[in-house]
């Protein structure tokens, strides 16, 4: 038998206290699984929520402060700082330059390209070139895609393989 003072109810006792912890806890667990399904980020942060309105129950908040801590803190984040996060993911890929920007661009063949030696034209300008696959011969005026630059050289490889039949 609970002997509990007239006036206070069962849920501002300390057990009471207990058992919103557990409840919000429940509440913010759900809600994580909900994140994990949805991926929208919106969950997530209501969850969030749930555990401030855990720790405030555990601190001995009343019910309406713990209330309060959940509706301002999910929903206030929701507001403010998903949209935030949400651009972050969206950036676009990062601009290649230098050389990078060069890898998977075509080329022109001006002088046979073989492991020894070669000579492409590639954005304009002609770059000591070797084949990508070390077997190959790739004859003058075939058009190369560009693998990887190894510092001044392009390594490349024919687009149309039968360009290098006789």
């Known amino acids: 038998m609970t002997v509990t003072t007239p006036g206070v109810r069962w849920w501002e006792t300390e057990a009471g206290g207990l058992m919103w912890s557990i409840f919000w806890i429940i509440v913010a667990v759900l809600l994580g699984v909900a994140e994990a399904f949805t991926m929208t980020l919106a969950f997530a942060f209501v969850a969030g929520g749930a555990l401030l309105a855990a720790g405030s129950a555990a601190l001995g908040a009343p019910v309406l402060v713990q209330a309060l801590v959940f ?3 999910g929903g206030g984040s929701v507001l403010l700082v998903r949209p935030v996060a949400r ?3 969206a950036l676009p890929p990062p601009v ?8 998977g661009r075509q080329a022109v063949v001006l002088s046979e390209v073989s492991f020894d ?6 954005a304009g300008e002609e770059w000591s070139a070797r084949p990508y696959d070390e077997d190959l011969v790739i004859p003058v005026g075939c058009r190369v895609d560009v693998f990887e630059i190894e510092g001044a050289t392009a390594l490349v490889h024919p687009r149309d393989p039968l360009s290098l039949s006789p």
Do not use: K
Not at 96 to 103: E, I, M, N, P, Q
């Open 71 to 73: 509706v301002l803190a």
């Open 87 to 89: 651009r972050h993911l």
């Open 96 to 103: 290649r330059d230098g050389t990078d920007a060069l890898v």
């Open 117 to 122: 030696h070669g000579l492409v034209r590639l």
